[in-house]
């Protein structure tokens, strides 16, 4: 008889997350956006303590401030170390309005994220793994498929408007309807691929037999099934969030969405659009920032998949 | 010598020609971009600027004022007046007489029964006519022979050029309307959309809220008129949109009320498409205060009616604090540059109406707060004023529109500093404006504290303009929320002025009253805060020619001479 207890183990077992790291830290891509994204998202979540400028104040005497940065080629722009990004026309801080507009775009984003993810991965899930209901879920997701966001989201402030900001006052209401409708309008794709992933798996042997031992369906649910379909969740939660920041500034460019003194990166994109000839950087500020953010998260999520896909990765 | 004679004259008919020659449709098409986009064609059944001027190409008032605000004849004769003898000696009667031959676009004889079936649609008990502040007093309408009719009016009636006179009381056909008075008004769909009429075009087109199509109308009383055989007439968009389609692109040939911020304007004009045209009218930017309770959770038909009196605006010293705390000269400034004044009056021109009040032109904040001190109101933890619960908190609202969000923003902070809270709403124009009674978001319905927009009076007569602050004439559920008295002011004092100045024909004495009547609705109630007295500023193409801006009626009041400069 072999003696067992002489053996060591070549190696430390490593855990699943270090690998996907180990992955992820080979698609620079990847690495640069998601450092982006997490150096936007500490700024708009600190950066109103370290700049605390109020950005709905109006100082009508340093209006029309350009950014630092012109005075590298224009000595006599107006530019002042107090407003490193200028100021609009009526002298409110471009750089507190950058920072006070991304914490709403992104609050609106990520929040719009997680509840799209939470519902696409539910409906998909259950009309995956129950075939009584996938029928009957699937049409559901068409007839989803087929509302305009845009035209939804304009009835619905009228008539939601009223009572959210009665009980949540004018920013929360408006946060909580855009954030609502953005979740239940674009969950869709998410439920359609989970569905799909979790389709296939049931048929895999790993399946069969945990069932053969008689695994509950919750359980077989949370044990077996979500961690195999992690990854596509992942890159769509990416893409969720992107879509929730351009709707967000695409309402706030028409005028429907926030009051018009709170600031988000689309309002302030909106307001510089008839200045634009001559203050083209209060255009590109906001839309910089949210192109690069938007972009970061996209080149977060492709990174992720090919890291979450044991298939790909160690390639 | 002769044949230079010859040829000079062969020359001189050359350049004279196209004027000689010119005749109805010659010069092809004309663009109109109104930001605005109308929704109907019928001004009796809404008070939207943008559905009067769109609907003043096609049907047309007995007489219109000219860019001085002197009166001119349309399809009358001419302008009765005492002298002669079309206004009777007691003031209680004014005699019209049509132009004879005048037909509608149908070709139908225009008669002196259209212009009596007119004045009784708009006096229709059953029916929220818009413009009833215009037929104030009349008794009764005769019909004296075909082209004779006779307004008798109850009292003394000393500016009797409130019916069938300016943009916004046109005739319409009887013919057509005929089976659409009262109730029924609103529902003849096809009549309010495509009135027939007496105008130099004629709707062959109308898409509510987009686009209008017209052709020159046939029967046109000047057979060399209009110059241009079709028209478009397009609504929505911005003020930006539609200034850069005149005067940088030239896709349009006109766009109204450029409300742009003085220095995008100019920098717009240097396209070089363009030129933008501005004149000062009675045109007051103001802020309306809302007298009645408008909250949610009152129950609809109550809401925002005179049931229940507004928490804290029904207090006139908070009123004056919120009007004490704004600083106009900056507002115009920032807004309106060289077409805009500060102004504390409603009735800014012409002179003999305008008051002398000048009071509100510096701002106080400090006697703003002690206004509010001494109300009750105490500043609270969060730094707003409160008393006995009731908060100084209000939502104010205006359309969409660049310069309004920048006053709202100023006025917000200033309103700040004195411990009032403001909530910012910024409503569509076409719908604020629309006049829509199933819409919440009318300025009429006015489901808010505070609103701001801009309004002015056809013509140079104030009596009809104060006449919309009586108390009769606020909206409310019964009226379909029609009527001009947004505020829902009621001062019997004030409704009975207002009668006053309806019987009083000594001009000097009808200022005098009219003043009296500015001052108690501004300085003595503050019910209305007027801002800025803003000129109209206009854009026409370059090849436009023939255009003058009035103030005084619709701005296409003379689009029958428009012609394209060659």
């Not at chain 1, 936007?40 to 630092?68: C, E, H, N, S």
């Not at chain 2, 309307?177 to 009262?182: H, L, Q």
């Not at chain 2, 024909?505 to 007027?530: C, F, Q």
Request: aromatic share 8%; glycine share 10%; charged share 20%.
């Amino acid at each position: 008889m072999t003696d067992l207890s002489n053996q060591t183990p070549l190696a430390p077992p490593r855990s699943q997350w270090l690998s996907v790291w180990d992955q992820l830290k080979k698609h620079k891509g990847a690495l640069l956006g998601g450092g982006f994204l997490l150096f936007i998202t500490l700024a708009v979540l600190l950066g109103p303590y370290i700049w605390t400028l109020d950005p709905q104040k109006i100082d009508y005497r340093a209006r029309d401030f350009r950014p630092i940065y012109h005075a590298l080629f224009d000595a006599d722009a107006k530019t002042a170390w107090g407003n490193p990004l200028g100021t609009d026309q009526l002298g409110r801080d471009g750089l507190a309005n950058l920072l006070a507009g991304g914490r709403t775009s992104m609050a609106v984003g990520w929040a719009a994220m997680l509840l799209t993810l939470f519902i696409g991965t539910l409906i998909g899930v259950v009309a995956g793994y129950f075939k009584k209901l996938d029928n009957p879920l699937m049409r559901l997701t068409d007839l989803f498929l087929s509302l305009p966001i845009l035209p939804l989201l304009l009835v619905a402030v009228t008539l939601f408007r009223q009572p959210l900001h009665a009980n949540f006052g004018p920013e929360g209401g408006m946060f909580i309807l855009i954030v609502g409708i953005i979740g239940i309008t674009s969950w869709m794709p998410t439920a359609r691929i989970v569905r799909g992933d979790v389709l296939a798996l049931k048929e895999r042997e790993f399946v069969v037999a945990a069932r053969s031992i008689g695994t509950q369906p919750g359980a077989m649910i949370w044990r077996h099934l979500l961690p195999n379909v992690i990854s596509p969740i992942m890159v769509s939660a990416t893409l969720g969030l992107a879509a929730a920041i351009i709707t967000e500034s695409a309402l706030s460019f028409l005028g429907v969405g926030f009051p018009s003194d709170f600031p988000t990166w689309g309002k302030m994109l909106a307001d510089a659009v008839q200045r634009m000839e001559e203050f083209p950087e209060r255009v590109m500020l906001p839309g910089v920032a949210i192109s690069l953010t938007v972009l970061s998260v996209n080149y977060l999520g492709d990174g992720l998949r090919d890291a979450l896909d044991p298939r790909i990765r160690g390639r | 010598m002769k044949l230079k004679t010859l040829l000079l004259g062969a020359i001189a008919s050359t350049a004279l020609a196209p004027a000689a020659f010119a005749e109805r449709g010659s010069d092809g098409h004309v663009n109109i971009i109104y930001w605005q986009a109308p929704s109907i064609l019928n001004p009796y059944l809404s008070s939207g600027t943008k559905d009067i001027e769109s609907a003043s190409l096609v049907i047309e008032p007995l007489g219109r004022y000219d860019q001085d605000g002197a009166l001119v004849a349309y399809l009358a004769e001419e302008i009765p007046t005492v002298e002669n003898g079309g206004v009777s000696a007691d003031l209680k009667s004014i005699t019209w007489k049509l132009k004879s031959g005048l037909l509608w676009s149908d070709g139908s004889a225009v008669t002196s029964a259209d212009v009596k079936f007119t004045a009784d649609y708009c006096m229709d008990p059953a029916g929220g006519c818009a413009q009833l502040a215009k037929f104030e007093g009349v008794d009764s309408v005769e019909i004296i022979d075909d082209l004779t009719v006779t307004v008798t009016f109850g009292e003394a009636k000393p500016n009797p050029y409130g019916p069938f006179m300016g943009g916004q009381s046109p005739i319409i056909q009887m013919a057509q309307f005929e089976n659409c008075t009262g109730a029924k008004a609103p529902e003849c769909t096809d009549a309010n959309f495509g009135p027939i009429g007496t105008g130099p075009f004629v709707v062959t087109d109308f898409r509510p809220n987009d686009v209008i199509s017209m052709v020159a109308n046939e029967n046109y009383r000047d057979a060399s008129k209009p110059a241009f055989a079709t028209l478009t007439f397009k609504g929505g968009g911005s003020a930006m949109a539609s200034g850069r389609a005149v005067l940088e692109t030239g896709e349009f040939d006109y766009a109204w009320n450029l409300q742009l911020a003085p220095d995008v304007l100019a920098k717009m004009s240097e396209g070089g498409k363009g030129k933008t045209v501005a004149a000062f009218g009675t045109l007051v930017e103001r802020i309306e205060m809302n007298m009645t309770d408008t909250s949610p959770d009152l129950p609809e038909g109550e809401r925002g009616t005179v049931m229940h009196p507004h928490p804290f605006l029904s207090d006139v010293r908070v009123r004056k604090a919120l009007s004490m705390a704004i600083d106009r000269e900056l507002l115009v400034e920032i807004g309106y540059g060289q077409a805009g004044r500060a102004t504390c009056n409603l009735v800014p021109a012409p002179l003999i109406y305008a008051s002398d009040n000048t009071d509100c032109l510096i701002q106080d904040i400090e006697g703003a707060k002690a206004l509010l001190e001494e109300a009750g109101y105490t500043v609270g933890s969060d730094g707003v004023r409160e008393k006995d619960g009731v908060r100084l908190s209000m939502l104010y609202q205006t359309s969409t529109n660049a310069v309004r969000q920048d006053f709202q923003a100023l006025i917000k902070q200033w309103w700040q500093e004195i411990g009032v809270e403001s909530e910012l709403r910024n409503i569509n124009a076409s719908v604020f404006f629309g006049g829509d009674p199933g819409s919440h978001d009318t300025f009429q319905r006015f489901y808010a504290d505070v609103e701001m927009y801009a309004n002015n009076f056809d013509g140079t007569d104030p009596e009809s303009y104060l006449a919309q602050h009586t108390c009769d004439k606020a909206p409310k559920p019964e009226s379909q929320w029609m009527g001009e008295n947004m505020n829902r002011y009621c001062d019997p004092a004030y409704d009975a002025l207002v009668a006053e100045l309806g019987r009083t024909g000594e001009l000097s004495k009808r200022g005098e009253i009219a003043k009296k009547l500015n001052d108690m609705l501004t300085k003595e109630s503050y019910v209305v805060v007027p801002l800025v007295d803003r000129g109209r500023v206009s854009a026409h193409a370059n090849s436009l020619g023939g255009v003058i801006l009035n103030t005084w009626d619709s701005e296409l009041w003379n689009v029958a001479d428009w012609h394209r400069i060659k």
